[in-house]
């Protein structure tokens, strides 16, 4: 009307299903602006309807602290359920029979829960790490795709509990009377951790068990410069030695089907805690580590390395002396041969406990617990405080003396105390990792700011990890 345009009375921009046509007098313009409105306003009551959506589906979720606690309340549980479990189950045996059946079942599962726990204290480790601005993944040379403190707690989790629960089903199986079915449980659990760690797929953090591989290979076979991932990783190793020693034992009685059997304790058993694999295997880890000293000194020139060499190569008077209890005389064994190992035991000790002072942490001359002055979190939340220093020097005293307990084969009999004192180890070596990595990251920071530009600091620092110059 009135020279204006009238819009079809059909348009499904104007009007809704069975509603009167609806003329407008509009000009042109003024039709289209209607018309682009139109299409626009059914989008953003499409994006607020998305969005509502959203909150509400939001706040149906629970909050991560109830999350949290109902895990925690099911990990409480489980833990519950495997305990009674396995007490129910293991005081249904005999008593001459039960000390053995937990010896051997000790054997087989105390590897993983080592392992567990020292996956836990690692996690532990990154995250005070990340907390004091200690960059880790450049000390270690790792990528971008590193495990986080979260990540590994992840994996702890499950290593803790897949293998109680194992365990548990191992005793419980075992004590009613389904033998064959308890052997199969050490060996479908060791079974599944192998195939996860070597898995060849993109899958269960492939760069990170690549790079766990690769390294454990350079350890194996030091052809190439050390790095400090390298002797970091081995020296961890040292600190597992007991385990590795049960683990060739389990590997054994699955080889020769003794597992759940009292096969082993015969005294030809090839099996037996007179085996000379025992002392080969304990003594694996300080031989690799030598190896590298070696090595390093052979790339550097440095003697500190051959010091160091000399320092693991005393642990091997203390395994082999050990090991020829069961092939004397006890009369030789305790007149001649004990006190050689008694004094090898505390050879080794103070030395390993010197170096750890003076060289891991470079405390030399306890100079850091009474003079301070480094400003950063990390130092502040452990370093800055002298009940620190005291504890950890004198628990890593303590603990060092231990030793000659752990490395010895012909005191193994005794499971409970053995594994208390290898998981007291591996709490020394979780203390360890603190000073020795904050250590080495201050000492990467003044090489750079001494000898570079501040230009020339973030590219030149990334070379600093490549180089052999590591005090090893």
Known sequence: MFGGVTVPANSTHLRKSGSRPVVYDLDEHEAENVVEEGLLHPVEADDSKGSV?????????????????????????????????????????????????????FLYFNPLLLAALMVWLWGI??????????????????????????????????????????????IYLYSHGEVSYAASQPVLLYAAAILVLIFPFDIFYFSSRYFFLRTLGRIVFPFQAI?????????????????????????????????????????????????????????????FRLNQCLRQYKDTGEKTSLLNALKYSTAVPVIFLSALKYHVFPDKWTNFYRPLWLLSGVLNSSYSFYWDVNRDWDLGGFTRIFKFNKPHLFSHMLHGRRWVYFWVIGSNLILRCTWTYKLSAHLRHNYLTVFIIAALEIFRRFQWIFFRVENEWNKMNSKSHSHLSPKEIPNDEEKLLHSVNYSV
Not at 270 to 276: M, N
């Open 227 to 287: 790095t400090f991932a390298d002797f970091f990783l081995a020296d961890i190793l040292t600190s597992m030695a007991k385990m590795f020693s049960d683990l060739e034992r389990t590997v054994c009685r699955m080889v020769h089907r003794q597992v759940a059997t009292i096969a082993w304790l015969e005294a030809d058993s090839v099996c037996g805690s007179h085996s000379v694999a025992i002392p080969l295997v304990l003594v694996l880890p300080y031989l």
């Open 53 to 105: 959506t959203a909150v509400g589906a939001a706040s149906m979720m629970p909050s991560p602290a109830l999350l949290w606690r109902f895990k925690v309340l099911l990990f409480l549980i489980w833990g519950f359920i495997c305990g009674k479990v396995g007490w129910d189950s293991v005081m249904i045996m005999s008593a001459d029979k039960r000390d053995l059946f937990l010896y051997e079942a």
């Open 125 to 170: 480790n990154l995250w005070f790490f990340a907390q004091g601005g200690v960059n880790y993944a450049k000390i270690f040379d790792l990528d971008q795709n590193h495990l986080t403190h979260r990540e590994i707690w992840k994996c702890a989790t499950w290593m803790t509990i897949i293998v109680p629960t194992s365990m548990t089903a191992y």
